[in-house]
Structure formats: structure tokens, C-alpha cells
């Protein structure tokens, strides 16, 4: 049973470039769920997927930020014109159908915007 | 809005000892409550829950407790050993609705276990 995968783990990029991440949940998990991290904070909520369906974004999703799951397996969060604020580590969370309120974590991938 | 608070930003704890780490909320429809574990440049791991119709759960060495009258809940690590070093967050969810929802985390409490 592989765990939550996250690519890449690390993306350093200019100010205004677009980075996209990838996370593939465990398998069977039909749902997923995308996080944001910042230093000494908790993680904060940003979107949540049912199978390929987005059923809630956070107001914390600006429209630069931009998130698929297009067949219900894995999903990609895109942000467009990237800023230093943008700066945090991106979490990937996925639940299963009979115990979906508990979320198993991926890795992680950690964005800095020079 | 902090709706889920830790205000214990770090704890030491000899190793064999007890750690005890505390968890407030503050909105009364949070039903479910779970416990992870986070070591740097990793994500969150899952450690324990509890539905708010319980007051306790218990999963070998960690036990959590649930205050629903005082928005409080506890998670007790009997005895902590060194490898429990790590952050520890607090989070909750509604889950009376019957479909998954976002989890709401405190910042987290910083777990020293000390030889």
C-alpha cells in the first residue's frame, strides 16, 4: 500500500513564473484534498476533490491558483504569475470512501519564489 | 479566526515520562477531532482521532481526550520516547453531514523528549 506521492518535493522559481505540482493519492482513495503551509502555522485548507468532481475552494484559492483532477486519480495544482507570498509548502491529502474523515498526507512540496 | 488553537508552541518531556499536549476550539459544530505527527520535510502523519460522541480513545502508548463542554481535547503519549520528537497538530472536521470535509489545524505544538 503506497502512501500519497508528491512531485517534485522542492521548486525554486522567479517571481511571475507558473509552477504546477502533481500529487497522486492512494489508490482507491476517491477523495483529495490540497493544503498550504507556511512557518509556523498549521496546514490550511485550499480545495477538495470527490472522484473527479471539485466540490469546495477556500477563499484563500485567488484566481491564480488553479487545481484538476481529471479522471479521478491524480491531481494538479497550478498557480499562475507566482509571488513571494506564494512561498509555503503545498500538501496533498487523500481519503477513502468508508473512513473519509481521516486524511493521509503526502510529502509535500515545498515552493520558494525568489 | 483561529478556530483550533494550540497555545503551547513547544514541550519537553524526559523520555519515560508522560507528555501531555493541549488542543481548544472554539466552534461547537466540529464533531471529529484527529491527532497528527510531523517531522521536518514531511508531511503530516495520522495518529489518532476521536468522534465527538466519545470522551476518550485509546491506541497503544497515545491516548486522546475529549472535553466537549470545555472545547478541549488532550492527547496523552505514556511513556514518550525519543523518536516522538516531532510537531503535533491539532485538527477538526464536521463529519455529521455524511460527506468528507477540510480539516481545521492549530499551529501545532513543538515535542521534545529528552534522554
Known amino acids: 500500500d503506497t502512501g500519497v506521492s508528491q512531485d517534485p518535493r522542492h521548486k525554486i522559481t522567479k517571481r511571475g513564473q507558473n509552477v504546477t505540482f502533481r500529487c497522486d493519492p492512494i489508490s482507491e482513495h476517491n477523495r483529495l484534498y490540497w493544503y498550504r503551509q507556511t512557518l509556523g502555522q498549521g496546514p490550511e485548507f485550499l480545495t477538495y476533490?470527490?472522484?473527479?468532481?471539485?466540490?469546495?475552494k477556500s477563499r484563500l484559492l485567488s484566481d491564480r491558483f488553479s487545481a484538476e483532477r481529471p479522471k479521478g486519480s491524480f491531481s494538479t495544482l497550478e498557480i499562475q504569475r507566482t509571488e513571494q507570498g506564494d512561498s509555503a509548502m503545498y500538501l496533498c491529502?487523500?481519503?477513502?470512501?468508508?473512513?473519509?474523515?481521516?486524511?493521509?498526507f503526502g510529502p509535500g512540496t515545498r515552493l520558494t519564489v525568489t | 479566526d483561529q478556530q483550533v488553537k494550540q497555545n503551547s508552541p513547544s514541550l519537553s518531556v524526559q523520555e519515560g515520562r508522560i507528555s501531555i499536549l493541549n488542543c481548544d476550539y472554539t466552534?461547537?459544530?466540529?464533531?471529529?477531532f484527529l491527532w497528527y505527527k510531523k517531522y521536518p520535510a514531511e508531511g503530516p502523519t495520522f495518529l489518532i482521532s476521536i468522534s465527538s460522541i466519545k470522551d476518550k480513545n485509546e491506541d497503544g502508548r497515545f491516548t486522546v481526550f475529549l472535553n466537549k463542554s470545555a472545547k478541549h481535547l488532550s492527547l496523552h503519549i505514556v511513556p514518550s520516547q525519543p523518536g516522538d520528537s516531532a510537531v503535533y497538530f491539532c485538527?477538526?472536521?464536521?463529519?455529521?453531514?455524511?460527506?468528507?470535509?477540510?480539516?481545521?489545524f492549530g499551529t501545532g505544538t513543538r515535542l521534545q523528549v529528552t534522554l
Open positions: 476533490f470527490q472522484n473527479e468532481a471539485q466540490l469546495e
Open positions: 491529502a487523500s481519503s477513502s470512501r468508508t473512513r473519509n474523515y481521516e486524511q493521509y
Open positions: 466552534n461547537s459544530m466540529f464533531d471529529y
Open positions: 485538527a477538526a472536521s464536521f463529519i455529521n453531514t455524511g460527506t468528507a470535509s477540510k480539516l481545521t
